[in-house]
């Protein structure tokens, strides 16, 4: 009985140390925007205007070869150009993303949070629509 007693903290520690994967770093994902995404809210200065904003036919595609393509109404939105290129700041914590239209030198930059909202990632992309004292938030879900 008294060696059990002696056993029994080396036996806790080994079996705790067999459990412990060695050398595995956690690492955050790439966050694959690469879809057909649809507007489900927009906010100006946090004050849901969604209902005043006909988006029911707005599409924004962003493609692997990162295009993009807008689609359907003319909405306010932080560009205007039906087609050009898309990128990001960092592929795996995202913070900026920036539209350049095909047919302008210019680039549009804007805010991006991906958040998982009901199990799926979201496209949150906040601009000034002009005025430097508004803010749009355009919070998208993928087109399944």
Excluded: H
């Excluded at 200065?45 to 962003?62: A, P, Q, V």
């Amino acid at each position: 009985m008294r060696v059990q007693k002696k056993l029994l903290p080396f036996i806790v520690i080994v079996i705790m140390l067999s459990c412990v994967k060695k050398n595995e770093t956690l690492m955050e994902p790439v966050k694959d925007l690469n879809a057909l995404w649809r507007i489900e809210t927009v906010t100006r200065n946090e004050t849901d205007i969604t209902k005043f904003i006909d988006s029911s036919g707005f599409r924004l595609m962003l493609s692997p070869d990162k295009t993009y393509k807008l689609e359907g109404n003319n909405i306010p939105f932080i560009v205007d150009a039906s087609t050009g290129t898309w990128s990001v700041d960092d592929p795996q914590y995202p913070y900026k993303i920036t539209f350049m239209p095909n047919d302008s030198t210019s680039t549009f930059t804007g805010d991006v949070a991906t958040p998982v909202t009901k199990g799926n990632r979201t496209l949150n992309i906040t601009f000034s629509p002009g005025c430097e004292a508004n803010s749009d938030t355009y919070i998208f879900e993928k087109v399944q």
